[in-house]
């Protein structure tokens, strides 16, 4: 049975199971923002807190390569099938997690497969609808995003409270496994291979998936130099000295791994300090990079500097997606008379004024500026929905048709490493100073809002870029 041949019936049973799939790693990446106080009190290692987040995005950088190549190549099964197994089985174990080393294993496997389920979602999107269909669907897509934003950080902090965080984790698999039963059905009976010529058909290429395991390690190999720095604390001045050449050595590694691994899976033209497209993804990697290392402490600082509890701390985080939720909407609207780019700029901008705001209320926790701190993450919302939708469409108004899909890949790619590897850099500041917990998370939200000014810098460097399809913009997160 062809794409073309699916039951109506089976149409809606398939898409409310992507749907349901899409709900449950948007909620699941939320809610551990909101849950992560509660397991790191329970389970310690407070200085590996960030690789609960960044292993998660390391194995993302590598799932959405393989997953793209096996699509493009044998369809769309196969990545989603094996991207909700693992997804599921990550769940179980970071929900059963003893240690913090378990639970970043457990983020690893969920990171593999909700990179694999993700990019399966919108080949399927893709292959089963026509352009119409495809618009409804992504505005559908960006609701089923946004909603647990909203509900996500009040259901996590309940369940922590009430129960434990483990069942932050376990909650999801109801959902996952109502959407697989749902998808399982229609896709068996569909074949979703396109039918093209041998010459034609695409080809496998590993040296693809080679060049994503090697900026993947290479993220990792940054992040563990960080680690290993943020250990130094309380060493003697001969072990700090060895320990020094072993940060070296990592550092090193991670360094030439990406300077390697990374040109693959950029743009062919992609220049660091160019203009245009290769800038377009410098925005992106960078202020995605540095909102996602803001969230990734934000509950913690709550918690630990201003003394919330954990439901008080994930209200903080739905505000901030209020303001996501405006900038997106705004970005659509033709009266805001912006050309794209423009729209770029004042995202970023408008992102790195909150980050100020955020960075303020840091330095100087207990001394009445939680309103500062709320504020603040709500205009980096703000900023954050103007600039992530607007980079994206960039994409497809710089890309010609044979190269939309690279660039697209590429600018999810840079997304990911961005985020990964922003966060480590947190986590690397929060781990050497963690003995002064003002100065600690001070000095680590001072680090993203450099890192999202200097995002700013790359969006001067995009040049005109004219609006034009209005219709199908997303505004997932």
């Avoid at 709900?23 to 809610?31: D, G, S």
């Avoid at 309940?158 to 999801?172: D, E, T």
């Avoid at 990697?285 to 402490?297: D, I, P």
């Avoid at 469409?393 to 048709?401: A, I, Q, R």
Wanted: positive net charge; contains cysteine.
């Amino acid at each position: 049975m062809t794409a073309q041949d699916v039951s109506r019936s089976s149409r809606r049973a398939l898409v409310i199971g992507l749907m349901l799939c899409v709900v449950a790693v948007a909620f699941e990446a939320i809610a551990v923002v909101t849950a992560m106080p509660a397991a790191a009190s329970d389970l310690g290692d407070l200085g590996l807190y960030a690789w609960a987040f960044t292993a998660f995005m390391i194995a993302q950088v590598f799932a959405i390569v393989a997953a793209g190549q096996v699509s493009d190549v044998r369809g769309p099964k196969g990545p989603m099938v094996i991207g909700f197994g693992l997804f599921a089985v990550g769940l179980v174990i970071a929900g059963s997690a003893p240690t913090m080393l378990i639970l970043m294993v457990g983020r690893f496997v969920q990171g593999l497969g909700g990179g694999a389920m993700n990019l399966a979602v919108m080949v399927l999107i893709a292959r089963l609808f026509d352009a119409k269909e495809r618009a409804v669907l992504m505005t559908a897509m960006a609701f089923a995003w946004m909603a647990p934003a909203f509900v996500g950080p009040p259901i996590a902090a309940w369940l922590s409270s009430a129960l434990s965080w483990h069942w932050v984790f376990y909650s999801v698999l109801p959902v996952m496994a109502v959407g697989g039963l749902l998808i399982v059905g229609p896709l068996a009976r569909t074949d979703l291979r396109i039918s093209v010529t041998a010459e034609a058909a695409p080809k496998l290429k590993p040296m693809l998936l080679v060049s994503a395991a090697v900026v993947a390690g290479g993220a990792a190999s940054l992040q563990v130099a960080g680690q290993i720095l943020g250990g130094q604390n309380g060493g003697s001045a001969t072990s700090a000295q060895g320990l020094g050449w072993w940060v070296l050595i990592w550092a090193l590694a991670g360094a030439v791994l990406l300077r390697f691994g990374l040109p693959p899976l950029l743009p062919t033209a992609y220049r660091l300090g160019g203009s245009g497209l290769a800038a377009n993804i410098n925005v992106r990697m960078l202020a995605a990079g540095a909102f996602f290392g803001s969230e990734t402490f934000l509950t913690l600082v709550l918690v630990r500097a201003e003394g919330l509890d954990l439901t008080s701390a994930g209200l903080t985080l739905t505000v901030g997606s209020v303001g996501w939720a405006l900038g997106s909407w705004a970005q659509s609207r033709p009266w805001l008379g912006l050309r794209r780019d423009q729209i770029i700029i004042a995202g970023t901008a408008i992102c790195g004024v909150g980050l100020v705001a955020v960075t303020v209320a840091a330095w100087l926790p207990g001394r009445g500026l939680l309103w500062l701190l709320v504020l603040g993450w709500t205009i980096g919302g703000l900023g954050m929905g103007l600039q992530m939708a607007s980079t994206s469409l960039v994409v497809m108004e710089l890309s010609t048709k044979p190269e939309l899909g690279r660039n697209t890949s590429s600018l999810q790619v840079a997304e990911a490493l961005g985020n990964s590897v922003v966060a480590g850099l947190a986590g690397t500041i929060f781990a050497t100073l963690l003995a002064d917990p003002r100065l600690a998370f001070g000095s680590l939200f001072t680090a993203m809002t450099a890192v999202a000014l200097l995002s700013l810098v790359f969006s001067l460097r995009i040049g005109p870029v004219v609006n034009h399809s209005l219709d199908n913009i997303s505004t997932s997160r």
